[in-house]
């Protein structure tokens, strides 16, 4: 909003200048304020087209603007020496400035992105440091909620970032007639809102877009590239294909199954039996954390609590499964 005041204080400014002074012997006021107010927008317009430029672009371009510069002063000290008519040759000096600059503009812009700025010092790499410790956040890892109490524990540094394509994604969630889903994108909207709200985290919302590509997880690999970030999931699916892509994952899943306890064949540990397992006679109970545990013969204890011997520790893709047998009694422990 304050750009926008400036910008227009700018144009009535200058339109004023122009109404009051009568340039290029333009004597009709009204006239004088149009083409001051013009003048102003244009160069409103060429500002807003500069933001937009990289910072490789912008060197490119005032570099080539300075060479064609330089070698149009150096073509115009031949064409003065010239046997040519006085006007001929300043319409022909005039030409051959305008098209060196334009000419040297144009290519040091679309020539912008191969200059290496780091090399001239690190004034030019000042955001580069922050774009490589960023985090970017996909829709499945920012409904599962972890993230944040990972964030607030301080193990995530430099910026969190969500592409607003992620935010759309989670909106769409959010308003769908499923109350399941509906439930979940809600939630992943709170655990925006709540790591927003913590002054100790970075949280940038980016418009940065692709529209040439559909699909939300081809794009967040994309915006990955662009910012030499690293992309927080914990879809198995996206995790692969970023591999695929050479792009650095941080999986959320992949985190909890190394803080799970170690677990030794011969441990012995309690164990709530809460379902039958696959094979015959066998009981399924679950630790605080999660971890499945397989009870050999403990189908006839479902709905206790056991203590059991663990036997082996199987690692697989979807997380650590146990396997325990009870001692030959079945000891059974007390439950208040």
């Known amino acids: 909003m304050d750009l926008i005041l400036i910008r227009l204080l700018f144009v009535v400014l200058f339109a004023g200048v122009c109404y009051y002074l009568h340039p290029f012997g333009i004597q009709n006021g009204g006239a004088s304020a149009a083409a001051g107010a013009l003048a102003a927008c244009?160069?409103?317009?060429?500002?807003?087209?500069v933001r937009a430029l990289s910072l490789k672009r912008?060197?490119?371009a005032v570099t080539g603007?300075?060479?064609?510069?330089i070698g149009a002063a150096l073509f115009c000290i031949v064409l003065r020496s010239a046997l040519l008519?006085?006007?001929?040759?300043?319409?022909?000096q005039i030409f051959v400035l305008m098209l060196m600059t334009y000419v040297g503009l144009?290519?040091?812009?679309?020539?912008?992105?191969?200059?290496?700025?780091?090399?001239?010092g690190t004034v030019f790499?000042?955001?580069?440091?922050?774009?490589?410790?960023?985090?970017?956040?996909?829709?499945?890892?920012?409904?599962?909620?972890?993230?944040?109490?990972?964030a607030e524990t301080g193990f995530i540094d430099g910026m969190i970032v969500v592409p607003e394509f992620v935010l759309r994604e989670l909106q769409v969630v959010a308003d769908s007639t499923d109350s399941s889903k509906r439930q979940r994108g809600r939630r992943g909207l709170d655990m925006l809102q709540r790591m927003q709200s913590n002054a100790s985290l970075q949280v940038q919302i980016v418009p940065d877009d692709f529209p040439s590509i559909r699909e939300v997880d081809l794009k967040l690999l994309e915006l990955a590239k662009k910012w030499e970030a690293k992309v927080v999931t914990n879809d198995f699916n996206l995790n692969k294909v970023a591999h695929l892509h050479h792009v650095e994952v941080?999986?959320?899943?992949?985190?909890?199954?190394?803080l799970k306890p170690v677990v030794l064949p011969g441990e012995r540990m309690n164990v709530v039996i809460l379902k039958e397992g696959k094979e015959h006679n066998q009981g399924v109970g679950y630790l605080d954390d999660g971890t499945m545990v397989v009870v050999d013969h403990a189908r006839r204890m479902i709905g206790r609590a056991v203590e059991i011997s663990v036997t082996s520790v199987l690692q697989t893709a979807s997380g650590k499964m146990i396997f325990g047998k009870?001692?030959?009694?079945?000891k059974m422990i007390e439950t208040a």
Not at 126 to 150: E, F, N, Q
């Open 42 to 49: 244009a160069v409103i317009v060429f500002e807003l087209r």
């Open 58 to 60: 912008l060197i490119g």
């Open 65 to 69: 603007s300075v060479l064609g510069i």
């Open 85 to 92: 008519p006085g006007a001929n040759s300043a319409v022909l």
């Open 106 to 120: 144009l290519v040091g812009a679309n020539k912008g992105d191969l200059l290496n700025p780091a090399a001239l």
């Open 125 to 150: 790499t000042g955001d580069r440091p922050t774009r490589r410790s960023a985090k970017v956040l996909d829709t499945s890892v920012i409904i599962d909620g972890r993230i944040a109490d990972i």
């Open 250 to 258: 941080l999986n959320i899943n992949d985190l909890a199954n190394a």
């Open 326 to 330: 009870m001692d030959e009694n079945g």
